[in-house]
């Protein structure tokens, strides 16, 4: 191969991951900032004494803060494999699966 074309494919290559981390870091502060919001809330919540009697509101709370980690997490591997840079990990697509047909 000419020279010139491996340094246009290092800078094409390097210019898709940079573009891939940014993307990456925007997704992980958004979904951050939501689990950070609802926790905080959370919290706020348990100050008062009714909350205890209602334990199903903590149960929607994890139930929420689950659910954005495992978004993110499935935005942030369709990103690194969209750069070729993940590796299959069979229990996190064993556990993608049952949460799949949970919700159906």
Known sequence: M?????????????SDLESTIVTIHSLATHALSQIEAIAN??????????????????AMTLDAIGSIAQSIHGCIDGEAECIGC????NHSVARSAAHRISKK
Do not use: C, G, W
């Not at 809330?41 to 199903?56: G, I, K, V, W």
């Open 86 to 89: 993940t590796s299959p990990n």
């Open 2 to 14: 000419d020279t010139r074309q491996d340094k246009q494919k290092l800078v094409t290559r390097i």
């Open 41 to 58: 809330t959370s919290l706020l919540a348990m100050q008062t004494p009714d909350s205890y009697y209602f334990p199903e509101n903590i």
